[in-house]
């Protein structure tokens, strides 16, 4: 199994950006797609952005498409998600999570994901 621990979070102003770090251990972290999902108060927890085991392929919610970027290093068992032009929409709880790499890209959407971190919190002023 793997660990993951997500760090980068904090208070941004809105326009500004941001870069998450979902750092791994346990199983080699190629051996396994990543996602990052997030969840804001009083709300369910929604999918932002994923990427395949070798990076090559990648996915993003509409909400933060041309404005989110996923990578991942996996010489360094890291995973990053780079915000830009953050909105105070984009305040949330973000969650690394991650996936067998035999999944069907198609289920990466979802969060049926079978490692998950504890959160990083993001906070976007005006």
């Known amino acids: 199994q793997v660990q993951l621990e997500e760090s980068g979070g904090r208070q941004v102003q809105a326009g500004g950006s941001l870069t998450l770090s979902c750092t791994a251990s346990?199983?080699?972290?190629?051996?396994?797609?990543m996602g990052w999902f997030r969840q804001a108060p009083d709300k369910e927890r929604e999918f932002v952005a994923a990427a395949s085991w070798s990076g090559a392929r990648t996915y993003y919610a509409d909400s933060v498409k041309g404005r989110f970027s996923i990578s991942r290093d996996n010489a360094k068992s890291t995973g990053y998600l780079q915000m830009n032009s953050l909105k105070p929409e984009d305040t949330a709880i973000y969650y690394c999570a991650a996936a067998n790499n035999d999944r069907d890209y198609s289920e990466l959407i979802s969060p049926n994901y079978d490692y998950w971190g504890q959160g990083t919190q993001v906070t976007v002023s005006l």
């Open positions: 346990g199983r080699a972290f190629g051996l396994y797609h």
